[in-house]
């Protein structure tokens, strides 16, 4: 290599301690702008996670008319995704996984509730709406897992004391 090439570390897991912004590089910007981020992304989820928990039967009932198998299942899993993986972002608190797994879950369940090449078409705009609003939300997510929660953060302070 010449004396012109850049060095890149290696974090030492996959969401290591080394990681970049992990040492405190970010700005009082930054940092309220990761808060801003995880708040707008939680507030997407948590509620509607309390909504499937309140209104179970009914959710499964949804769940089921997709024809999606073992809707109560579906359900149970919809509501820790949203409300307990929301919880966690909202917080900061093992931030970076939780918007992994909502994005995969988001990435799972959007060609299934948002299928706009099948819907009628009176509601094929909207079923499109959505599901590339879901596409945008997952790379919210991705980014929020690929860069942390900023140290506004459960995850920020641990890291700082």
């Not at 090439?5 to 080394?18: I, K």
């Not at 707008?40 to 009932?61: Q, S």
């Not at 109560?72 to 918007?99: D, H, N, P, S």
């Amino acid at each position: 290599m010449n004396s012109t090439s850049t060095t890149l570390t290696r974090p030492r897991g996959f969401f290591g301690a080394d990681e970049p912004f992990a040492s405190g590089e970010l700005t009082a910007a930054q940092n309220w702008l990761a808060l801003a981020g995880r708040l707008l992304i939680a507030y997407m989820f948590i509620p509607a996670g309390w909504g499937k928990l309140v209104g179970f039967a009914g959710t499964a009932g949804y769940i089921a008319s997709k024809g999606v198998p073992l809707p109560e299942v579906c359900a149970a899993i919809a509501i820790f995704c949203e409300l307990g993986l929301g919880l966690l972002m909202l917080f900061g608190w093992k931030a970076r996984w939780a918007a992994l797994g909502l994005a995969v879950f988001v990435a799972v369940i959007t060609p299934v509730f948002h299928n706009y090449w099948a819907a009628p078409e009176a509601q094929a705009a909207m079923q499109k709406i959505n599901f590339d609003k879901n596409l945008a939300i997952m790379g919210g997510l991705l980014a929020l897992a690929a860069f942390g929660p900023g140290f506004l953060s459960v995850d920020g302070q641990r890291r700082r004391g």
